[in-house]
């Protein structure tokens, strides 16, 4: 049985540590940047579908490697395409590479999305660098690039 020291120090040390951080820090980020879509007029996307955006191409993407993108399986990402294809965001095309495959697409509507979110990002970004100050800003974007795209190669806790 867990001693009570132990569950204390779990309980003091949890909303503190990295992992929740980011996680919160992510859900506070898209519920803003969908009170900023709902605010443009554009209908509201579920989160769990603004969060794969950044893993289609402006060009097209292979559902696979989206959900390899992603961290998802094949069949998790199959129902948010088939979310926001029925949203009008975005659509399925040959893939002029390999006709037996099919690209992910966005649609018009999708790019007026993309674009619009981009447009909210940068103010919260703004928002953000207001309140935390240049350095503090510019310390959270090396610190999550760094998390971000140079992860594997530094950081091995195998």
């Known amino acids: 049985m867990i001693s009570a020291q132990d569950f204390e120090k779990l309980r003091s040390s949890r909303p503190k540590?990295?992992?929740r951080l980011l996680l919160v820090a992510r859900r506070n980020f898209v519920d803003e940047i969908n009170k900023g879509i709902c605010d443009s007029g554009l209908p509201p996307v579920p989160g769990s579908c603004l969060t794969i955006l950044p893993?289609?191409?402006?060009?097209?993407?292979?559902?696979?490697?989206?959900?390899?993108?992603a961290g998802m399986t094949k069949q998790a990402i199959t129902q948010k395409m088939n979310q926001m294809e029925a949203l009008g965001i975005i659509e399925k095309r040959l893939d002029p590479n390999d006709a037996r495959?099919?690209?992910?697409?966005y649609t018009e509507l999708g790019i007026s999305y993309l674009i619009k979110i981009h447009e909210i990002v940068e103010l919260i970004e703004d928002k953000l660098g207001s309140e935390l100050?240049?350095?503090?800003?510019?310390d959270l974007?090396?610190?999550?690039e760094f998390m971000a795209y140079e992860w594997d190669q530094k950081i091995n806790l195998r």
Do not use: H, P, Q
């Open 55 to 69: 893993y289609i191409d402006l060009e097209g993407t292979r559902s696979s490697e989206v959900a390899n993108r």
């Open 133 to 138: 100050g240049e350095k503090k800003m510019r």
């Open 101 to 105: 495959a099919a690209l992910v697409c």
């Open 17 to 19: 540590g990295l992992s």
């Open 141 to 144: 974007r090396f610190a999550l």
